[in-house]
C-alpha cells in the first residue's frame, strides 16, 4: 500500500512541514555553534581575550589530536565510558528493584522514607575518603560514587510513578479478582514506562556528574583525571579539550536513551 492510499493528502503535507521544521531547527542549532566558535576563535586571534585562560579552538582541535597521536586520549575516554556506564547500570537496575519493593509494601516505605530523603539530600562528595577507604583508589571507588548519586534519585523518581498509577484502574482490576502481582505486571509498571523513560535520562547526567566527581577524587586515568592534571599545570588547552570531549560523550549516551524512548514508543501504545 502506498503512502498516498495510507494517509491523507491533509496528512503528508502535516508530515513534510514538521520534516522541514525539525531541518530547521537542526540547522539553526550548528549555525549557533559554528558562530560561536568562530567568534571564540577570532576573538583569540585578535588579542582580545587570554588565550592562556580560555585558550580557542583552533589549541583545543590541535591538543586533541595531540592526544590521539600519543593513544592517550581513546585511553582516557575508555576508562570514563566504563565507569560511568557501569555507574549507570547499576545505579538504574538497583533504584528500579528498591523502587518496585517500595511499591510492594507500604510498611517497608513508611520505615525507609526518612533514610532516603537523608541520603538524597546528603552532599555525596562529603563521603568521598570514605569511599576511597572502603573501595581503594581504583574504577571500584569511582562506580561507588557514580552508583551512589544516580541510585537516589532512580528509587525516588520511579516510585512516584509506580505510586502514580490511577487508583481506579487498580480497584478495576481487584474487583476482576486480579492479585498484587498481576496488578504490578499488567497496570503499575507498563503505565510507568514514561516515568522510567524520564529517569533514565536523568540518570545518565548524573552518572557522568559521578563518575567525574570520583575522578576528581582518586583516579589516575580518565577524562576527569585529565581535565583535574590540566589545570594543575595550567595547561588550559588539555582541560577545556577533555571538557568537550565529555560534552560530547554525555551527549551522545542521552541521544541512545532518547533513540531508544522513541523505539519503545514505535513498538507499544504508550
Known amino acids: ?106 510498611r517497608l516505605r513508611k520505615v525507609l522514607e526518612p533514610y532516603v530523603v537523608v541520603l538524597n539530600s546528603l552532599p555525596k562528595i562529603a563521603l568521598g575518603p570514605i569511599i576511597i577507604v572502603w573501595c581503594g583508589s581504583g574504577s571500584k571507588a569511582i562506580i561507588f560514587m557514580a552508583v551512589l548519586i544516580g541510585i537516589i534519585v532512580a528509587i525516588i523518581t520511579m516510585l512516584n510513578g509506580f505510586l502514580a498509577t490511577d487508583k481506579d484502574k487498580i480497584l478495576l482490576l481487584k474487583a476482576m479478582g486480579a492479585n498484587k502481582f498481576q496488578i504490578l505486571t499488567k497496570l503499575v509498571i507498563p503505565g510507568s514506562f514514561p516515568t522510567l523513560i524520564s529517569m533514565l535520562k536523568i540518570s545518565v547526567g548524573l552518572s557522568w556528574v559521578g563518575s567525574i566527581m570520583g575522578e576528581y577524587l582518586v583516579s589516575r586515568a580518565g577524562l576527569g583525571y585529565l581535565i583535574v592534571y590540566g589545570g594543575q599545570v595550567f595547561k588550559l588547552d588539555l582541560v577545556m579539550s577533555a571538557t568537550i570531549i565529555l560534552c560530547i560523550l554525555a551527549t551522545m549516551m542521552y541521544l541512545i536513551i532518547a533513540l531508544l524512548e522513541k523505539l519503545l514508543i514505535k513498538n507499544t501504545n504508550y
Open 1 to 106: 500500500m502506498t503512502k498516498e492510499k495510507k494517509y491523507s493528502k491533509e496528512h503528508i503535507l502535516f508530515l513534510k512541514r514538521e520534516r522541514r521544521e525539525t531541518i530547521i531547527i537542526w540547522v539553526a542549532r550548528f549555525a549557533i555553534l559554528g558562530l560561536l566558535l568562530a567568534l571564540w576563535e577570532i576573538l583569540a586571534n585578535l588579542g582580545k581575550i587570554d588565550i592562556f585562560i580560555t585558550s580557542s579552538p583552533s589549541r583545543i582541535l590541535k591538543t586533541t589530536i595531540s592526544l590521539l597521536e600519543e593513544n592517550n586520549l581513546t585511553y582516557h575516554m575508555g576508562v570514563t565510558l566504563y565507569e560511568t556506564i557501569m555507574g549507570f547500570i547499576i545505579a538504574v537496575g538497583l533504584g528500579y528493584i528498591i523502587a518496585l519493593a517500595l511499591w510492594w509494601s507500604e
